[in-house]
């Protein structure tokens, strides 16, 4: 299975690709999709494995309620962590350095956690060619760092995540301006994270979402890993038709 992420700021129309990508390659999958797929095969927590079996989409309150209960979601965690004690040593340094300027980092360290062990039950599973995730390690670390971002004092940190993440097929980097995210986010809505901040920290975070997204990028290239970078303003399909020439050239 060749993994594809997603990195971006908020309203960077990552998602919007990401959708896309998982049509125009064959054989491809979302995170939730695989997991749905890998628990319904072969899941170790009964309940989960005939929820999934009996559902027909990862988005069903059934398969939801059944896997956020399952013994696979803290299994596959136990794996993960095994498999990748850098990444985790990594997140909690980064948390721990930063304790007076993070933005809700429970919330933050939850995601995490949750992205740990879907990875691990989707990479598992080799029934699809292709995983695309629009929400993957490269954009955690923008959730993680974004929070109070001071350039000087977190590159070290940046580099220090990247280079303990798992490493993917490749990083899609989503460039879009920041007036044009944040005019997304106020018609499409904001999430919850950053609902509840005021107008000028919600573009503050913005603003550093968007630099820490090029820094994380650039990180990657630094150590070897493929990134692709296309603008969140070129019209979707021209953006998806390329990355996936790209991919499967």
């Not at 494995?49 to 059934?62: D, H, N, V």
């Not at 290239?221 to 990355?243: A, C, F, L, N, Y």
Request: net charge neutral; hydrophobic share 45%; proline share 4%.
């Amino acid at each position: 299975m060749k993994v594809v992420e997603f990195l971006g700021a908020p309203g960077s129309g990552k998602s919007t690709l990401a959708a896309g990508l998982r049509q125009a390659l064959p054989g491809a999958a979302s995170l939730p999709e695989a997991v749905h797929a890998a628990i319904g095969a072969r899941g170790e927590d009964g309940v989960a494995r005939i929820a999934a079996r009996l559902t027909r989409s990862s988005g069903s309150r059934l398969w939801e309620g059944a896997y956020a209960r399952s013994t696979d979601r803290f299994s596959s965690l136990a794996r993960f962590t095994s498999a990748h004690p850098e990444t985790m040593a990594a997140v909690l340094e980064t948390q721990r350095q930063r304790t007076d300027r993070d933005l809700h980092p429970e919330v933050t360290l939850g995601w995490v956690l949750n992205l740990m062990a879907r990875y691990q039950l989707a990479v598992e599973d080799s029934r699809y060619r292709w995983l695309v995730v629009d929400e993957g390690f490269a954009q955690r670390g923008v959730a993680l760092l974004a929070g109070g971002f001071d350039e000087q004092a977190d590159l070290r940190l940046v580099d220090s995540y990247v280079e303990a993440v798992p490493a993917t097929e490749a990083v899609v980097a989503v460039e879009t301006p920041v007036d044009v995210c944040q005019e997304r986010l106020d018609r499409g809505g904001w999430s919850e994270r950053l609902a509840g901040l005021g107008a000028a920290q919600r573009r503050e975070f913005l603003e550093a979402a968007t630099l820490l997204s090029a820094r994380v990028a650039t990180a990657l290239e630094k150590v070897g890993r493929r990134v692709i970078w296309v603008s969140g303003t070129t019209p979707p399909p021209d953006s998806i038709t390329q990355i996936a020439a790209t991919l499967t050239s």
